[in-house]
């Protein structure tokens, strides 16, 4: 079982920064797969970027170069760094974790293959 908890969401300007954070509790050290993902009113759920467990990282198309996924293992959180945030941004940002299949060291950024999730923390960003 893992517990997720996210924080750092708020408002902003556009071309502004915000950093989110999650903390995760688990209890076993295997492996696993973690993301961001984020919701619009009215939209599909998308990803945001993934973190595989060897710390190769992926983005979603329009967020290369302007987000940075990243983890303290030592404090056991995974982040999200947003710089030059866009109206579009504006969302419900979830950080999410599944245990890959054995052998498998491949993430997907497919949100049906997530299976802990935290509730949400909101970010909004003003023209």
């Known amino acids: 079982q893992v517990q997720l908890v996210e924080s750092g969401g708020g408002s902003v300007q556009a071309g502004g920064s915000l950093r989110l954070s999650c903390a995760v509790f688990?209890?076993?050290?295997?492996?696993?797969?973690m993301g961001w993902f984020r919701q619009a009113p009215g939209k599909e759920r998308e990803g945001v970027a993934t973190?595989?467990?060897?710390?190769?990282?992926s983005y979603g198309d329009s967020m290369w170069g302007r987000f940075t996924i990243s983890q303290d293992n030592a404090k056991n959180t995974l982040s999200l760094q947003m710089t030059s945030l866009k109206p579009d941004d504006t969302a419900m940002y979830y950080c999410?974790?599944?245990?890959?299949?054995?052998?498998?060291?491949?993430?997907?950024?497919?949100?049906?293959?997530?299976?802990?999730w935290g509730q949400g923390t909101q970010v909004t960003v003003s023209s």
């Open positions: 999410a974790a599944y245990y890959p299949p054995y052998g498998v060291a491949y993430c997907t950024s497919r949100v049906e293959s997530y299976k802990f």
């Open positions: 973190m595989q467990p060897d710390g190769y990282t």
């Open positions: 688990r209890r076993t050290t295997s492996g696993i797969c």
